[in-house]
T-cell receptor, first 115, second 109 residues
Framework: DADVTQTPRNRITKTGKRIMLECSQTKGHDRMYWYRQDPGLGLRLIYYSFDVKDINKGEISDGYSVSRQAQAKFSLSLESAIPNQTALYFC??????????????FGPGTRLTVL | SQQGEEDPQALSIQEGENATMNCSYKTSINNLQWYRQNSGRGLVHLILIRSNEREKHSGRLRVTLDTSKKSSSLLITASRAADTASYFCATALTDKLIFGTGTRLQVFP
């Protein structure tokens, strides 16, 4: 079984709808992240959480919210979806290793289309 | 804003050739990491090099880091068709990673 799972894998929705993307991990990591990927722009950080009580905004948090329900679960919500939120969304986890090594482990992604 | 910029944006080679990708960044870092992404899939961590290291190897991968020039390179030796993917560098200063825009590598059989 995959260490980091995302649901749904694909979603088509309409402008104005509320959407929730979910992420679960079995790696036992405290740190979780949400990114979006647009063609030619690499990955941009939306929100991140270093433990259950910690939520931080990333580079592009406007229009998004998150909830850290448990160490293993981190969900991303679009309260009122708009077409320019059409993108590939990734969840990732990490732990803080020796010497500050912080490699991240990614889920398979959710392809979201907002019409 | 992007911290890392990869060069070239796209690279096409034949199987057996070496592939070199470069990454430049703007600020001080704790470490620099390289990731691979197969089309439309999640990123996979390849290798991490710390700011006090200059070179690191992992299998067919060789990474160099020059902190004075704020640049890194990833060399894939004896490339295979299965190496076809996008490759991203990511820099870490605080506990977050900042990703570059990636190099698309195509390896022809």
């Amino acid at each position: 079984d995959a260490d980091v799972t995302q649901t749904p894998r694909n979603r088509i929705t309409k402008t104005g709808k509320r959407i929730m993307l979910e992420c679960s991990q079995t790696k036992g990591h405290d740190r979780m992240y949400w990114y979006r990927q647009d063609p030619g722009l690499g990955l941009r950080l939306i929100y991140y959480s270093f433990d259950v009580k910690d939520i931080n905004k990333g580079e592009i948090s406007d229009g998004y919210s998150v909830s850290r329900q448990a160490q293993a679960k981190f969900s991303l919500s679009l309260e009122s979806a708009i077409p320019n939120q059409t993108a590939l969304y990734f969840c990732a986890t990490s732990d803080l290793g020796l010497a500050g090594d912080n490699e991240q482990f990614f889920g398979p992604g959710t392809r979201l289309t907002v019409l | 804003s992007q911290q890392g910029e990869e060069d070239p944006q796209a690279l096409s080679i034949q199987e057996g050739e070496n592939a070199t990708m470069n990454c430049s960044y703007k600020t001080s870092i704790n470490n620099l990491q390289w990731y691979r992404q197969n089309s439309g899939r999640g990123l996979v961590h390849l290798i991490l090099i710390r700011s006090n290291e200059r070179e690191k190897h992992s299998g067919r991968l060789r990474v160099t880091l020059d902190t004075s020039k704020k640049s890194s390179s990833l060399l894939i030796t004896a490339s295979r068709a299965a190496d076809t993917a996008s490759y991203f560098c990511a820099t870490a200063l605080t506990d977050k990673l900042i990703f570059g825009t990636g190099t698309r590598l195509q390896v022809f059989p």
